[in-house]
């Protein structure tokens, strides 16, 4: 039984891959030094059934800097289909190892959830373990009504007393549910329901619940227009102290937009609370995103990045806690030469400030970098 399933999963498999290695160098400022090389494995599978997907990823790092440091994380996924309109999914995701958190390191590959824009602490590598499993369902009652619900059990930060006075060990649930309707050809409306309740290794407890009605319009053929606001609550607490609950704004805004046939841009806006990972406090934090890319795929081309993060109150008042008028910001500036049609070299500089770092932290980095990315189609 299980040999034959194997094997049907094994004919449909799809596994596609792609390496790559980094090499950057800038100013040591503070005792710290943004100089590394680092090599990364991305594996992601998918093999579709009859009834279901299976779909896996696995994507180990090493990075060469005062030593070796390795770090992997992977996940397994299955969708279910239940029927014509209705899907089942089962996502168990998983990290281990030591992670660069240098504000100039190379971003990783994407994972699922929001992107929160989170000052880095004042260790470079932070020995780190992480868990993400979650169940979802989706159903389409209509051409135009979605419903997607989901929960899911977070694990994430340090793996040891000299980690976690870094970066505190979150533990806990999130449960979000989505309601999205088609009003047109263009316009659709969402409704969305979000909560989590998380605790850290330090005493502290951060537990946040937001609501937002939002619209999503496309503008043009090559622009789409995005926009959420609601209320939201925190709830903060440390120790069996009692627990403070306060109000709070939630909103979002996204553009996404083809200028020219070479001129891409995206930006974004975004004002949350949520639980700071490097204290346990319970923060609101406004965030800001934008790139641009001059230059179609496959052609040379040059691109800008920037990403940063304002504070809006302040946490309990501990050693990392945030404070209100905390800055943060990271800026890059690359140019890409394609080789062949699967591979490119990239090259160009980053930088990233901070307002107020932390004590033994450089308030200011900068790094040059180049980078070679090789794609492998490895089966199909």
Do not use: C, K
């Not at 790092?61 to 309109?85: I, N, P």
């Amino acid at each position: 039984m299980l040999p034959g399933a194997i094997a049907v999963l094994a004919a449909g498999l799809l596994l596609d891959g792609s390496v790559l290695t980094e090499g950057r160098a800038g100013s040591t400022v503070a005792g710290q030094t943004p100089n590394a090389a680092g090599v990364t494995l991305d594996l992601q599978g998918r093999a579709p059934g009859e009834d279901g997907i299976v779909r896996f990823g696995l994507t180990p790092t090493a990075v060469f800097s005062e030593g070796r440091r390795l770090f992997a994380r992977g996940f397994g996924q299955v969708d279910l289909r239940l029927d014509g309109t209705s899907w089942l999914r089962l996502r168990q995701g998983l990290g281990y190892g030591t992670v660069d958190l240098s504000p100039v390191a190379a971003a990783g590959p994407a994972v699922p959830g929001t992107i929160v824009i989170q000052p880095p602490p004042a260790t470079r590598f932070v020995s780190v373990d992480e868990s993400n499993s979650t169940v979802e369902l989706e159903v389409a009652s209509s051409r135009r009504l979605r419903m997607v619900a989901s929960g899911a059990w977070i694990v994430s930060g340090g793996t040891d007393q000299l980690a976690q006075s870094a970066l505190p060990l979150g533990r806990g649930p999130q449960a979000h549910a989505l309601l999205q309707w088609a009003a047109s050809a263009v316009d659709t409306l969402r409704f969305e329901a979000a909560g989590s309740d998380t605790r850290y290794s330090n005493g502290l407890r951060a537990s946040v619940a937001s609501f937002t009605a939002g619209w999503r319009t496309q503008l043009s053929r090559s622009a789409d227009l995005a926009f959420s606001a609601g209320p939201g609550i925190g709830r903060s607490q440390t120790g069996d102290q009692p627990a403070s609950v306060l109000p709070y704004a939630v909103a979002t805004a996204d553009l996404n937009a083809n200028a020219t046939r070479d001129l891409f841009g995206s930006f974004g806006l975004s004002v949350e609370p949520l639980g700071d990972a490097l204290s346990g406090d319970v923060v609101e934090r406004s965030s800001a995103r934008a790139s641009l890319t001059l230059g179609r795929p496959g052609r040379v081309s040059v691109s800008a990045r920037a990403q940063g993060s304002l504070t809006l109150t302040s946490g309990s008042g501990g050693p990392s806690s945030p404070e209100a008028g905390d800055r943060f910001f990271q800026g890059e500036l690359g140019a890409t030469l394609p080789v062949n049609p699967d591979s490119s070299v990239i090259a160009g500089v980053r930088m990233a400030l901070l307002s107020r770092p932390l004590p033994g932290q450089p308030s200011q980095q900068w790094a040059a970098f180049v980078t070679y990315v090789l794609r492998l189609p490895l089966l199909r």
